[in-house]
């Protein structure tokens, strides 16, 4: 291979992962994603830029795969449909596959013509069904679970996922608690349910428990999701991305530059209370005037108070 054709290979596989990121950012919050036709139309341009890249590069699994994941997106971004969990479950099936292409392409052996043909062959029935399932949402029809044959969709995000051990793959265990995060992020901010969150954070610090930089980003999250002035909307985009690029630098063995980013530091500092100024009256020296004035300004619970305290000065 030349020397040219090599850097333009380079070029690609730098914008490829920016490209990656978006998509996957995108997907991770769809119905938010379906809400904003920017977003819809970023994520579709992420999308159609692989395709265009693989193609002009004869990549074609990677072109192919791309080329799917943009004819699904592209009914989004016509004809915008309330998105549900199988639909993100099929979406992100796919861009699973995509990722894992490009990653290939880029690891030490390259990506072989055989290796990327098996590839979109396995992926192929989940992007029919995806395709299928929303011709049917946007028909305003309730589509029919996919069949449990061939191929079939990830296990459910409900599933709990167990802390790799030493040498296992750091990144689908975190994207795996992510996505259990994603469905109480798009329910009401409620005690409960950042509750919950911070015990998904919880498990998220035992994927890699003795890495001080993974549990420093942990607790940054946990703070700033603890935190009631800070938006589930603010926070969503915030937390899985920071979480995100945490378990993807420790999958590659990178854990040193985990760090979160300075937004999510900032929602993680807790206000400041200004000072309470304590409130003053003028009291007479005169006893009866001096009554008077008291239980004007202070309620029955805190005259008893009062009370309380006079009656103890008195006997001391």
Same mark, same amino acid.
């Given at each position: ?73 592209? #009914?989004?971004?016509?004809?915008? !449909?309330? !998105?549900?969990? +199988? ?10 596959t995509l990722k894992d292409l490009v990653d290939k392409l880029q690891g030490p052996f390259g990506l072989r013509e ?6 979109? +062959? ?33 296990? $459910? ?48 610090? +035992? ?7 993974? +549990?420093?980003l942990i607790q940054t999250a946990k703070v700033a999701i603890a935190n009631p002035d800070n938006a589930y909307a603010?926070?969503? $985009?915030?937390? #899985? ?20 980013? $300075? ?7 807790q206000p400041t209370l200004e000072p309470v100024q304590p409130q003053y009256i003028t009291v007479p020296l005169e ?5 008077? #004035? ?12 009062? #009370? ?9």
């Amino acid at each position: 291979m030349s020397d040219d054709k090599q850097k333009i290979i380079g070029y690609f596989l730098e914008e490829a992962k920016e490209h990656l990121e978006t998509l996957e950012q995108g997907l991770l919050s769809l119905q938010a994603t379906v809400e904003d036709a920017e977003r819809v139309n970023e994520v579709f341009r992420a999308a159609h830029s692989i395709k265009g890249g693989a193609a002009m590069l004869g990549f074609t699994s990677i072109q192919k795969t791309a080329h799917r994941l943009e004819d699904c997106l592209k #009914v989004l971004k016509e004809t915008p !449909v309330s !998105v549900d969990q +199988q639909v993100e479950t099929l979406f992100l099936s796919g861009f699973d596959t995509l990722k894992d292409l490009v990653d290939k392409l880029q690891g030490p052996f390259g990506l072989r013509e055989e290796e990327g043909e098996q590839a979109v +062959q396995a992926i192929e029935p989940t992007f029919t069904r995806l395709q299928a399932y929303l011709d049917a949402l946007v028909r305003g029809r309730t589509p029919a679970p996919a069949p449990a044959a061939s191929a079939p969709p990830p296990a $459910p995000a409900t599933v709990p996922a167990p802390a790799p051990q030493s040498g296992s793959n750091y990144a689908i265990a975190v994207t795996a608690l992510l996505r259990e995060m994603l469905p109480l992020f798009k329910q009401t901010a409620t005690p409960k349910t950042r509750q919950q969150l911070v015990g998904l954070c919880d498990r998220l610090s +035992q994927v890699a428990a003795n890495t001080s930089t993974w +549990q420093t980003l942990i607790q940054t999250a946990k703070v700033a999701i603890a935190n009631p002035d800070n938006a589930y909307a603010t926070l969503a $985009p915030l937390v #899985v991305k920071d979480l995100k690029q945490g378990g993807d630098l420790l999958q590659a063995g990178r854990a040193a530059e985990i760090a979160a980013s $300075p937004s999510l530091q900032k929602l993680a500092v807790q206000p400041t209370l200004e000072p309470v100024q304590p409130q003053y009256i003028t009291v007479p020296l005169e006893p009866r005037a001096a009554a008077e #004035v008291l239980i004007k300004a202070f309620n029955k619970k805190q005259l008893l108070l009062l #009370v309380q305290i006079l009656y103890k000065a008195i006997k001391s």
